[in-house]
């Protein structure tokens, strides 16, 4: 995947990617709260409850639901990276076409998901929880893999501490050297928010709680699918980060 290309995301992208964090936040809280207690798309928190698990100690239900997790993932980038990239031909002020119909594919996997869970009352039995656990990391694993694969103009997927760093390390910087970075803050609070609304529809309706993450990625992929002509670089005190976590 190419992620060295000296572009920053433009105006479409940059709603995307604020959208696209808010449905990593609203996965990852209902993985966390309905399918096992481990995360979609943070393998860090997953590989830490992992070792928690075989030591016996702590967390329930052993090794089975993180390694779940870590496999769905895992699947998920491996079947997306050989794909995410820009072709020559392709204007570098847009996201690749091969990214776009990534993206769209992880869609069609949400709404599987979704239709699936409202089917289920939004309490299916296993092992069908098991799936939607697999279902549900496969596609974080997609979502993450195919934005790394958007360049510069991309982000991060599904992991955030390395942007949180940076918006920190900008604003805590040096006399003179200190500016905003508005577009890697605004993920960080679409993160939360997004978290925060998959919980609250899932504590008042179950059934619906998976068509959060779906309302949101349709959204994001109709910024980028929609955007007409070559998009408009935003300003160096937007500029969105990758992470390193």
Known sequence: MSTTEPVRPGRAQWGALILFAGVSGAVD?????ALGRVFAGVM?????LLGLSLTGTGHEGGPTAPLLALGGYVVGVAAVAPFARRRPEESATRWPSAVVRC???????LAAVAAG???ADGAPAQPWLDVVLVAV???MGIQSAALAGAGAAG????YFTGTLTHVVAHAAGPPGGRRADLGSLARLVALTGGAAVGALVFAASAPWAMAVPLVLAVAALACVATAPGPDRPMPAATTMTGDTS
């Open 29 to 33: 809280v209902l993985a966390f709260t």
């Open 44 to 48: 860090t928190g997953n590989l830490v």
């Open 103 to 109: 993206l769209a594919v992880e869609v069609v996997l």
């Open 117 to 119: 869970w409202g089917a």
């Open 137 to 139: 990391a496969v596609a």
């Open 155 to 158: 982000g991060p997927g599904t």
